[in-house]
């Protein structure tokens, strides 16, 4: 059973740094697609950033330059490196997973079997 595990969020001024954290528990194969979601109170759930085990990425464009994502395959992590962070970056972060076969298509609109519970992150001004 798989289960994702987010961990890292925090408060943080504007213009500061944070990285969070998901953990993958209950799979262990070398092909995977991934990705950082987010949701402030009265808005949509939006996507972040995502990634897959070819090493393709792609960003929301309003966190494009500030907004970095990675994976350790030794630690089964998936990370997300947070700069220049704005008020309106305030969210509940959640990380999603899923592998092949449905992975295939574009990363930011699969629709990811795997969610974590998620993990706040605020910024102040």
């Known amino acids: 059973q798989v289960q994702l595990v987010e961990s890292g969020g925090g408060s943080v001024q504007a213009g500061g740094s944070l990285r969070i954290s998901c953990v993958v528990y209950g799979y262990a194969y070398s092909r995977y697609c991934m990705g950082w979601f987010r949701q402030a109170p009265g808005k949509e759930r939006e996507g972040v950033a995502f990634?897959?085990?070819?090493?393709?990425?792609s960003y929301a464009d309003s966190v494009k330059g500030r907004f970095t994502i990675s994976h350790d395959n030794f630690k089964n992590t998936l990370y997300l490196q947070m700069s220049s962070l704005k008020p309106e970056d305030t969210a509940l972060y959640y990380c999603?997973?899923?592998?092949?076969?449905?992975?295939?298509?574009?990363?930011?609109?699969?629709?990811?079997?795997?969610w974590g519970q998620g993990t706040q992150v605020t910024v102040s001004s």
């Open positions: 999603a997973a899923d592998y092949p076969p449905f992975c295939a298509g574009d990363l930011r609109s699969l629709q990811y079997r795997y």
């Open positions: 990634t897959d085990s070819d090493g393709s990425t």
